[in-house]
């Protein structure tokens, strides 16, 4: 797991800066880099030192956060902080980590800064049967836009995931949502020991399946076939987790 963070504040109030700082210093594993009033003034140290996160303010003169998101390259993990909550959805679609509304406790900032950390650690170990109930527990939800919402989703319920053009459809227990994703994006978010692709327009939840016949899949009372391009990568997931 990587020791420390790398951070940046971008923030044109002092009392927000100071308040991010006594935050950041309680917490081993992050390391200040530096702290700016307003993004011009940021990007010339954010392009030479590539930091892991940045703490970034939307409301500010020049330039606001959610403008200056785009223009990053590379681009850090970003959490928001902004007293204001009605750009949620619009910071939803720019992929940033997490959305901090003003005046956020310490325990609010550590339980999202912690979920990153330990997403970093994760990717950067090779994946061990020991350690997937930990991952699992981790990762027991998330969160989609679903029309002009933000849906949470327990991973847990998610039955199969259906392909439909440029939405997917996800089945669950209770019903079924429509969200305007890729299989490439939602591969990510989800635990990867617990789901298989097994057709360009199906992937399943492997400990949904009541069995397999033929190349298709029964999940309750669904069938869903089994490609010959994923045939391979399927069941040697399943040879994997027995």
């Given amino acids: 797991m990587k020791e420390k963070l ?3 504040i971008i923030d044109d109030e002092h009392l927000a800066q100071e308040i991010l700082e ?10 200040l880099k530096g702290t700016f009033m307003s993004p011009l003034e940021a990007t010339a140290q954010l392009e030479k030192d590539r930091p892991d996160l940045l ?5 500010m003169p020049d330039l606001d956060g959610l403008s200056f998101i785009p223009m990053l390259n590379p681009k850090p993990m970003i959490i928001l902080t902004t007293a204001y909550d009605q750009y949620a959805l619009k910071a939803f679609d720019l992929e940033v980590r997490d959305y901090l509304v003003k005046p956020f406790s310490f325990e609010r900032f550590y ?6 950390y330990q997403e970093q ?12 109930v ?7 939800h998330i969160f989609l836009k679903v029309g002009h919402r933000i849906q949470k989703i327990d991973t847990g ?6 392909g439909m053009k440029d939405y997917l459809r996800i089945h669950t227990a209770k019903e079924k949502i429509m969200t305007l994703l890729s299989f490439a994006k ?11 692709r097994v057709h360009r327009s199906f992937m399943v939840a492997i400990d949904k399946i009541d069995h397999i016949e033929k190349n298709r899949i029964r999940i309750a009372d669904h069938l869903i076939p089994i490609s010959d391009s994923y045939h391979e990568s399927f069941y040697k997931k399943l040879r994997g987790l027995s």
């Avoid at 309680?26 to 390391?31: A, G, M, Q, T």
């Avoid at 319920?157 to 259906?162: A, K, N, P, T």
């Avoid at 990510?188 to 298989?196: G, M, R, T, V």
Wanted: aromatic share 10%; with cysteine.
């Fill in 6 to 8: 790398s951070c940046y």
């Fill in 22 to 31: 006594e935050y950041l210093s309680k917490v081993p594993f992050l390391e």
């Fill in 55 to 59: 703490f970034l303010d939307i409301n």
């Fill in 111 to 116: 339980k999202s800064v912690l979920r990153l």
């Fill in 121 to 132: 650690g994760s990717r950067h170990q090779p994946e061990k049967k020991d350690n997937l």
């Fill in 134 to 140: 930990d991952l699992k527990q981790e990762q027991a």
């Fill in 157 to 162: 319920d998610i039955l199969f995931v259906e």
């Fill in 186 to 196: 939602l591969e990510e978010l989800l635990p990867a020991q617990d789901f298989a």
